[in-house]
């Protein structure tokens, strides 16, 4: 238990619905990711808030939107996904701002997204 | 551009052997930090160990160690005495900066590692 949890854990949606996937730290982290895990290929950084504000978005299409209402949480809004979508979504969060050079990220237990 | 090369898609080990997982990096920066994380089928993403350029000592973290070779440009991760429980994904990343002088974390493609009883 990294103090990282993800809800939900499981989930299966269509091209047209609209869901949102939810992380918290119990850590009192300053800084949280969205990182996008698919089959075969290396975790990609999807968005970064350090201490709740966006710093990086990597050419992430607009289908994803994230939020950071507080440092404690992290949400990430679904919309007319594809199926090409389908992957394991890890949130992670880390102590020191990401203006820090060592900030291990401590990692949630992910949700597996399915996009039929 | 920084880049993380593990070439061993998938290793196996003998339980209480040791395992030695390859991890060559990428770098113009003088200053950088190197990180293994492991990743059981559960999904999660567990921080092992962490090893900054300018360390003099190779980090150790329980039955973990990181054989460090600068010039080389190489962090293998070393686990001792293997257990079945050993048995996941283990990632090789590198602190990379991106615009405005932050630190992001890019990852190698991994090595299955298979401990047998």
């Known amino acids: 238990e990294t103090g990282v949890t993800q809800t939900p854990r499981h989930l299966v949606m269509g091209m047209t619905n609209k869901k949102s996937l939810k992380c918290e730290q119990h850590l009192g982290h300053n800084a949280m990711y969205w990182y996008k895990q698919s089959a075969k290929k290396p975790l990609e950084l999807m968005f970064v808030y350090n201490f709740k504000e966006q710093t990086e978005n990597n050419s992430v299409p607009s289908r994803f939107s994230p939020e950071c209402p507080n440092s404690s949480h992290l949400f990430l809004h679904l919309h007319t996904l594809q199926p090409e979508d389908s992957a394991l979504y890890l949130c992670?969060?880390?102590?020191?701002?990401?203006?820090?050079?060592?900030?291990?990220?401590?990692f949630g237990p992910g949700t597996r997204l399915t996009v039929l | 551009a920084q880049k993380i090369t593990q070439t061993q898609p998938g290793m196996f080990v003998q339980e209480k052997e040791a395992v030695t997982l390859d991890c060559t990096y990428d770098t113009s920066d003088q200053s950088y930090g190197l990180f293994w994380y492991k990743q059981p089928s559960s999904g999660e993403m567990i921080f092992l160990i962490y090893?900054?350029?300018?360390?003099?000592q190779n980090a150790t973290e329980g039955r973990y160690s990181l054989n460090f070779q600068k010039a080389r440009k190489s962090a293998n991760l070393v686990i001792s005495a293997s257990q079945l429980g050993d048995s996941a994904m283990y990632f090789c990343a590198m602190r990379d900066l991106f615009s405005g002088g932050y630190n992001k974390l890019i990852f190698g493609a991994g090595t299955r590692l298979a401990v047998h009883p």
């Open positions: 992670a969060s880390s102590l020191r701002g990401v203006r820090e050079s060592h900030n291990e990220q401590f």
């Open positions: 090893q900054g350029s300018y360390d003099e």
